[in-house]
DNA sequence: GAACAATGGTCCGAACCGTACCATCTAATC
DNA sequence: GATTAGATGGTACGGTTCGGACCATTGTTC
C-alpha cells in the first residue's frame, strides 16, 4: 500500500503545473516558491518521485546517456488522484515550528531575540515581494498570487511583532 | 553522541519553567501553550526525555507504586545547555506546513477554501485569546504572554486574508 | 586541458511519526 | 461493594522522514 501524504501531493501538484520535470527541477521550483509555506528537505524530493513511479501515480522516463536524469510526469491515475485531492478543502490548518518564538517563550532576551529575527524576515519579506513582482507578469496561475500575498502579509505580521520587541524599553 | 535538536531544548525548556514533571505533564503543557507554534507529536514527549536522562541532561526518578510514573528534572548540565541555547538568539526563521495554502497554490476553488480554513482559524483565534487572558492574571512569564499575542497576530492575518478571498465575487 | 563552479543525484543511520494498545486511578451508579 | 466508564498516564513498534555527507557529470574560465 502506497499512503499518499502531503508530499505526494507536492509532488504530483508541481508535475501538474510544470508537466514533465526532473527531480531537481522540482527542488528548484519548491525552493522559489511553495517552500515558502511547506517545506520539505530535498531528500524527500528525490526519494518521492520514485516511490509515486512506483505506484503507478506517476511515469518515469531515463536520459539514456550523459546524466542520465529522469523525468517524471503524472499518469492518468497520478492526475485522478491529484484532482481528487484539490476538490476537497482542508479543515487542517498549519504545522509550525518558530525556534525564534520558541526561545521566547523560555525566556531568552527579547531584545537580543528580536533584532535577530527582525534581520531575517525583513530579507523575507523582500524574497517574497521580489518574487510577487514576478509573478504578476509572468505567471499564470492565480493561486501562485495569491499564496505569494498570504506569505507577504505574515512577514508583515512578524516583522511588526518584533519591531514592538525591539524598540521596547 | 547524543545531538540535542530542538525537541531537546522544548522539554528541557519545560522542565526548566517547570521543575519537575512527567512526560504527562509536559504534553499537556505542551498543548496548552507551545504546541500552537512548535508543534511535536506526543509520542515524542515520551521518548525524548528518557534520551535526555540517558545522556545525563535530566534526572530520572521513578515512582515505587502505583503507576510508576517518571519525573524528569534538569541535572546542572542540561540547565547549563539550556541556558547556552538561550543565550544564543537564532537567525533561524519558521518551519512551515500549510496545506490549505497548499492547495490554493496548485488551483484548488478559492472560496470553498476558504470557507473552510477561515472556520478553522475563528476557532483557533478565540481559542488563544482565551489563553491570552489567562496568561494575564496567572502567569509570571512574560515570554508566554508575548508569544501568545503573536500567535493572535498571525491568526488575524489569516482570517483577513481568507476573508478576503471568502467575499470576493 | 586543468581547475572550479554549478548542476544533479544517491545513500545512510538516526530521529521521528502515527497509531494502536495497555495499565492505573477515580468516582459515579447500582 | 462490584461494575463500569472515563480520564489519566504510558509503552511499543515498524515504516517514513530527515539532514548531511558524499559522488558524478557538465559548463566555464584561464
Do not use: C
Not at 531528500?43 to 501515480?57: H, M, T
Request: proline share 5%; charged share 30%; glycine share 8%.
Amino acid at each position: 500500500m502506497t499512503p499518499l501524504t502531503q508530499t505526494s501531493y507536492v509532488v504530483m501538484g508541481l508535475l501538474g503545473q510544470a508537466g514533465e520535470a526532473t527531480p531537481y527541477d522540482l527542488k528548484q521550483i519548491v525552493a522559489a516558491t511553495i517552500g515558502n509555506f511547506f517545506s520539505i528537505p530535498h531528500s524527500q524530493i528525490y526519494a518521492e518521485p520514485a516511490r509515486l513511479a512506483k505506484a503507478g501515480y506517476l511515469t518515469e522516463r531515463r536520459e539514456r546517456a550523459g546524466r542520465r536524469r529522469k523525468h517524471y510526469g503524472l499518469t492518468a491515475k497520478g492526475r485522478k488522484a491529484l484532482e481528487e485531492w484539490l476538490s476537497t478543502p482542508t479543515e487542517e490548518l498549519y504545522e509550525l515550528r518558530d525556534p525564534g518564538l520558541l526561545k521566547l517563550a523560555f525566556g531568552s532576551d527579547p531584545r537580543e531575540l528580536a533584532r535577530t529575527q527582525l534581520a531575517g524576515h525583513e530579507q523575507k519579506l523582500e524574497e517574497l515581494q521580489r518574487m510577487a513582482r514576478l509573478l504578476q507578469v509572468a505567471d499564470p496561475s492565480e493561486g501562485a498570487r495569491l499564496v505569494a500575498e498570504a506569505g507577504i502579509g505574515h512577514q508583515k505580521e512578524y516583522i511588526r511583532f518584533w519591531k514592538k520587541i525591539a524598540v521596547r524599553r
